[in-house]
């Protein structure tokens, strides 16, 4: 293959690529541990954060998946890792299931404003307390922006939507954590495949979880490689990366 260069690292996504909430993906177990026979390392990067690293750890695993807490990096974590650097003590828009990966944070009298995906909390009454917040100075951090996710009955919005309306109410710029940011190989062509590119990585988008026909387009350039899914993406690597 002309141009082939050695590849080290294999970063992959979970939602919608592994799994699609309970349900694996078809052959998705089996790819993962013929990958993990290669001599290349494998780490796993989502924006989940409907839940704590160790509930997504107990859902993997009941799936059958084999991996370890150490392996997966979560836009949950990423935003821990600023909070404390920059001694913000947050509002936290996030599902109740998520807080256990921010236990030891400070949060009485918050200063700065973290979103994630939380339905339960996305209500005029609380969006308008972080509206006022931001107005007053505080900082907007959005663990990420995605437009919408799969989940076992359709399509869904992902928290994309409202951090984009609080930038535009408030006339500020959210910091953005998670993915795009540098994450690579998944089913999200904007925020995964194209952050991943961005990066000098090699994209490889699976039209599974919430891929839509013609996904592959709406980047540039576009991805190293469009198929089916995880299984046929690690025999891609296998044979013509590795």
Same mark, same amino acid.
Request: proline content about 5%; hydrophobic content about 40%; some cysteine.
């Given at each position: ?46 924006? #989940?954060?409907?839940?704590?690293? $160790?509930? !997504? &750890? =107990?859902?993997? @695993? *009941?799936?059958?998946?084999? +991996?370890? /807490?150490?392996?997966?990096? #979560?836009?949950?974590?990423?935003? $821990?890792? !600023? &909070? =404390?650097?920059? @001694? *913000?003590?947050?509002?936290? +828009?996030? /599902? ?147």
């Amino acid at each position: 293959m002309a141009g082939r260069r050695a590849l080290k690292a294999v970063l992959i996504d979970l939602s919608g690529t592994l799994h699609v909430e309970d349900m694996a993906v078809p052959g998705a177990q089996e790819a993962l541990n013929r990958l993990r026979q290669a001599s290349v390392a494998v780490k796993f990067v989502t924006n #989940t954060t409907k839940e704590s690293k $160790r509930n !997504l &750890l =107990e859902r993997l @695993q *009941h799936l059958n998946f084999d +991996l370890q /807490e150490n392996e997966i990096f #979560t836009s949950l974590s990423a935003a $821990r890792s !600023l &909070l =404390e650097q920059k @001694q *913000h003590r947050p509002l936290l +828009l996030v /599902e109740d299931s998520a807080l256990e990966d921010f236990t030891g944070i400070d949060t009485s009298e918050p200063n700065a404003v973290v979103i994630g995906l939380a339905p339960d909390h996305f209500n005029y009454q609380t969006l308008n307390k972080a509206f006022r917040m931001i107005v007053d100075g505080a900082p907007l951090i959005a663990i990420h922006k995605a437009r919408y996710y799969r989940r076992k009955d359709g399509l869904a919005l992902g928290p994309g939507p409202f951090v984009t309306g609080l930038e535009y109410a408030t006339d500020c710029r959210a910091t953005v954590v998670g993915k795009p940011e540098k994450t690579f190989f998944a089913q999200d062509a904007r925020d995964d495949v194209g952050g991943a590119q961005n990066a000098g990585m090699l994209g490889i988008l699976v039209r599974t979880g919430k891929y839509r026909e013609g996904d592959e387009n709406k980047i540039s350039p576009p991805p190293h490689l469009t198929c089916d899914s995880f299984p046929d993406a690690v025999e891609h690597i296998l044979q013509n990366l590795l």
